[in-house]
């Protein structure tokens, strides 16, 4: 509960997203823990499911991260997570996905366009619209913009 959470170093609450505290600071710690950036699991969040834990799309992605079926066997094989509408088990599931992703980009905001279109589209689908020159998607921009309000404060349209 809020009332018994901890205080943590570096942890800022956003309520704009429209996720509770409880849930934020869980996002926070198991952010921290995989070094991928809490504000975009945020953002994701946000553009993904409008922070709906039960959100089913219809091209089979799950809950607040929307987990894509395809994910569900290796997810549930190598980590356990067999329950994608499950707020906690999409969160880390989602995470580990950003984390293994972080191979195509760095922390610098070209590196997390590339992150975030791999997450989009796949790694191949990534890969191709790289050989094709383009470096950042429609997808990648949205998520961006809500990062930049978050870290910042500002959004910069079409960057």
């Known amino acids: 509960t809020e009332e018994t959470m901890p205080e943590r170093a570096g942890f800022t609450y956003y309520p704009e997203i429209g996720l509770d505290k409880v849930t934020q600071d869980f996002i926070f710690v198991e952010a921290g823990e995989a070094a991928v950036d809490y504000r975009l699991v945020l953002a994701i969040i946000q553009h993904e499911s409008n922070c709906d834990p039960d959100a089913i799309s219809v091209t089979g992605d799950y809950g607040l991260m929307q987990i894509n079926k395809c994910n569900h066997a290796w997810l549930a094989e190598n980590y356990g997570l067999t329950d994608m509408l499950d707020p906690r ?54 998520i961006m913009d809500t990062w930049k309000t978050l870290a910042y404060g500002e959004t910069e349209k079409g960057a």
């Open 89 to 142: 088990q999409n969160i880390i599931a989602g995470i580990t996905i950003l984390s293994q992703l972080s191979v195509y980009g760095d922390s610098t905001e070209a590196g997390l366009h590339k992150i975030l279109m791999a997450y989009n589209m796949g790694p191949g689908g990534a890969a191709e619209a790289w050989a094709a020159g383009r470096y950042t998607s429609a997808y990648s921009r949205t």
